[in-house]
Nanobody, 125 residues
């Protein structure tokens, strides 16, 4: 059974930092992509950052480049998202996701099969 669980959300003032963690278990060994997505109230879910799990190559949404860093610890089956210089528009529910296998694009929402329940991030001005 696949389980993906996020943690690390919270409230922070603009300019602050948070680190999200994603513990994944039961994910197929041929999972090629994992990523972080977010959804604000009344908005569509959008990609934040993704990673090719084999090569380690990463991809970021333009809005978070140079401020957010996605990384993985394969030994711990854990994915991270370090978020620096946070802005109020980053307020959203953040989701971790993994693909089942096969071709994927790290920022492509439609490629992802397994999703966590989300962790809330609130950035105040």
């Amino acid at each position: 059974q696949v389980q993906v669980r996020e943690s690390g959300g919270g409230s922070v003032q603009a300019g602050g930092s948070l680190r999200l963690s994603c513990a994944a278990s039961g994910v197929p060994t041929n999972t090629y992509c994992m990523g972080w997505f977010r959804q604000a109230p009344e908005k569509e879910r959008e990609a934040v950052a993704g990673i090719y799990t084999i090569s380690g190559r990463t991809d970021y949404a333009d809005s978070v480049k140079d401020r957010f860093t996605i990384s993985q610890d394969n030994a711990k089956n854990t994915l991270y998202l370090q978020m620096n210089r946070l802005k109020p528009d980053a307020t959203a529910m953040y989701y971790c996701a993994a693909t089942r296998g096969g071709p994927c694009r790290p920022l492509g929402v439609s490629y992802y099969n397994y999703w966590g329940q989300g962790t809330q991030v609130t950035v105040s001005s």
